[in-house]
């Protein structure tokens, strides 16, 4: 990559002028829909998110013991995402908190949504760990249980035992995924700005 390719690169904060990638490739493309959009500013450097890492695991109600913390060492890296002065600020710090304008009428910030820089994708899968093909099927179960369960809500009544096998297999899944959670095997790692030389 040459010096004079940056200058008249522009900023792509979502990765999408080269590759069909959100934030920085972390996140699944059928989550793009309609987060797309583009910055028109010129880039001015190219960064990507790295994983901090960190310890993480709390402790399990029902038996009272401690759990070991589960160490993450981070490093997860994002695509390189050439960006503007303006972007390189707002994705190192994240969104503003949601609010409201001075005269009231128009909503800002990010509402429910979750702060980009606070949470690695990666790590909510337990990527690298050996859990990570466990965590990664289960949560594939678990949207395939919830699609087919909201599909019989609006069955006919006779169904009404299948949706029950579902919705128990479902807490199955969850009660699964929740216990990784609670070991700290999925967890959320802040991630860090980094420019790339
Ligand atoms: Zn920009
Ligand atoms: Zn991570
Ligand atoms: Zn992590």
């Known amino acids: 990559m040459t010096g004079t390719g ?6 792509d904060p979502y990765g999408i002028e080269s590759t069909v990638k ?16 583009y910055c028109t500013e010129r880039a001015e450097a190219r960064f990507r998110y790295v994983c901090k890492g960190g310890d993480y695991g709390f402790r399990r109600q029902n038996d009272g013991g ?32 949601p609010g409201w304008s001075a005269d009231r009428k128009t909503p800002y910030g990010q509402v429910g949504g979750t702060v980009s820089h606070e949470m690695c994708p990666a790590c909510t899968v337990g990527k690298g760990s050996r859990w990570e093909g466990e965590i990664r099927g289960r949560m594939e179960n678990a949207d395939a249980l919830q699609q087919e369960l909201a599909r019989l809500q609006i069955a006919p009544a006779f169904l009404m035992p299948q949706a029950a096998r579902i919705q128990a297999m479902l807490d199955q899944e969850r009660a699964r995924l929740d216990e990784l959670h609670q070991l700290g095997v999925i967890h959320r790692c802040p991630l860090k700005l980094v420019e790339v030389s």
Not at 6 to 11: G, I, P, Q, S, Y
Not at 22 to 37: K, Q, S
């Open 6 to 11: 940056l200058l008249t690169e522009r900023c």
């Open 22 to 37: 959100l934030m920085g490739g972390l996140y699944p493309e059928n989550m793009m829909g309609r987060h797309i959009w």
């Open 66 to 97: 401690l759990v070991q913390a589960f160490h993450c060492d981070g490093g997860h890296q994002g695509v390189v995402m050439p960006l503007c002065r303006r972007h390189q600020r707002d994705l190192a710090v994240g969104p503003p908190k």
